[in-house]
């Protein structure tokens, strides 16, 4: 399915971005792994997998090293197809109301999850450009159709993604670069069982369940699939579209 794309996948390190590599690979695409931290584990399952993958360390806010991160894969493998933009602040966010959010932290987020989509998708746009298409795919989330409650800031930012992705797919009108967003629901992880002590998260992971139509937890195996498809020669007239996968919390 990606049989010799070469894939950029931010936040890579762990968590759904290390699922969203190994699959990658393992679809044959050669995948950059890129992450402020260190990539070691994700390359060495790759590998191990016999997957072909490198590493690519840097800050996605920084527009120097979202540069360095795009010349890693190009100066490696030519070119671009792929960029997977999942990197986002969400692991040790506390749930609490808006008021009490310290701005240092809104700033953070906003800083990440934004700005670094943006460094990220314009770092990327001359080799695809130069190439005559390639796809973005970037990670939004479901609760921006929610107003859910306890992180503002988070909910904010996943919305400016969302709205980021529908005007970048005009931006790029003509280009044969697609964008779309991927928008899961809440998906069992290290960082989201660490936003609150185990008995608030036992509570809000019952009530997530009882929201959702299909009664089980998302994994970050549940969300690798539809990355692929937009990925994909398939989803060729697929852009400007947000998917959401959540097990049915957000239906019509």
């Given at each position: 399915?990606?049989?010799?794309?070469?894939?950029?996948?931010?936040?890579?390190?762990?968590?759904?971005?290390?699922?969203?590599?190994?699959?990658?690979?393992?679809?044959?695409?050669?995948?950059?792994?890129?992450?402020?931290?260190?990539?070691?584990?994700?390359?060495?399952?790759?590998?191990?997998?016999?997957?072909?993958?490198?590493?690519?360390?840097?800050?996605?806010?920084?527009?120097?090293?979202?540069?360095?991160?795009?010349?890693?894969?190009?100066?490696?493998?030519?070119?671009?197809?792929?960029?997977?933009?999942?990197?986002?602040?969400?692991?040790?966010?506390?749930?609490?109301?808006?008021?009490?959010?310290?701005?240092?932290?809104?700033?953070?987020?906003?800083?990440?999850?934004?700005?670094?989509?943006?460094?990220?998708?314009?770092?990327?746009?001359?080799?695809m450009r130069a190439q005559g298409g390639g796809r973005?795919?970037?990670?939004?989330?479901?609760?921006i159709f929610m107003g859910k409650p306890g992180f503002?800031?988070?909910?904010?930012?996943?919305?400016?993604?969302?709205?980021?992705?529908?005007?970048?797919?005009?931006?790029?009108?003509?280009?044969?670069?697609?964008?779309?967003?991927?928008?899961?629901?809440?998906?069992?992880?290290?960082?989201?069982?660490?936003?609150?002590?185990?008995?608030?998260?036992?509570?809000?992971?019952?009530?997530?369940?009882?929201?959702?139509?299909?009664?089980?937890?998302?994994?970050?195996?549940?969300?690798?699939?539809?990355?692929?498809?937009?990925?994909?020669?398939?989803?060729?007239?697929?852009?400007?579209?947000?998917?959401?996968?959540?097990?049915?919390?957000?239906?019509?």
């Amino acid at each position: 399915m990606l049989k010799g794309r070469v894939c950029i996948v931010t936040g890579a390190a762990r968590g759904i971005g290390r699922e969203f590599a190994l699959h990658f690979a393992g679809l044959g695409a050669r995948v950059v792994a890129a992450d402020r931290l260190s990539c070691e584990a994700t390359i060495r399952q790759i590998e191990q997998a016999s997957g072909e993958a490198i590493p690519a360390t840097g800050d996605v806010t920084s527009a120097g090293d979202a540069a360095a991160i795009v010349a890693t894969a190009v100066n490696a493998f030519g070119r671009v197809d792929v960029l997977l933009n999942n990197a986002a602040l969400y692991g040790g966010i506390a749930i609490r109301g808006f008021e009490e959010i310290p701005e240092p932290e809104w700033d953070r987020v906003m800083s990440v999850n934004v700005k670094g989509v943006w460094q990220m998708c314009r770092a990327v746009a001359a080799p695809m450009r130069a190439q005559g298409g390639g796809r973005i795919i970037n990670v939004a989330s479901n609760v921006i159709f929610m107003g859910k409650p306890g992180f503002l800031h988070y909910v904010a930012s996943k919305g400016a993604v969302w709205a980021l992705t529908g005007a970048l797919s005009r931006e790029f009108s003509g280009s044969g670069v697609t964008v779309n967003a991927l928008a899961p629901g809440y998906t069992a992880t290290e960082a989201t069982r660490s936003m609150a002590d185990a008995e608030t998260v036992r509570e809000l992971e019952a009530d997530i369940m009882r929201s959702q139509s299909v009664k089980r937890l998302i994994e970050p195996s549940d969300l690798v699939g539809t990355a692929a498809f937009l990925a994909s020669d398939a989803a060729e007239l697929v852009t400007g579209q947000t998917i959401t996968v959540d097990g049915g919390t957000i239906t019509g």
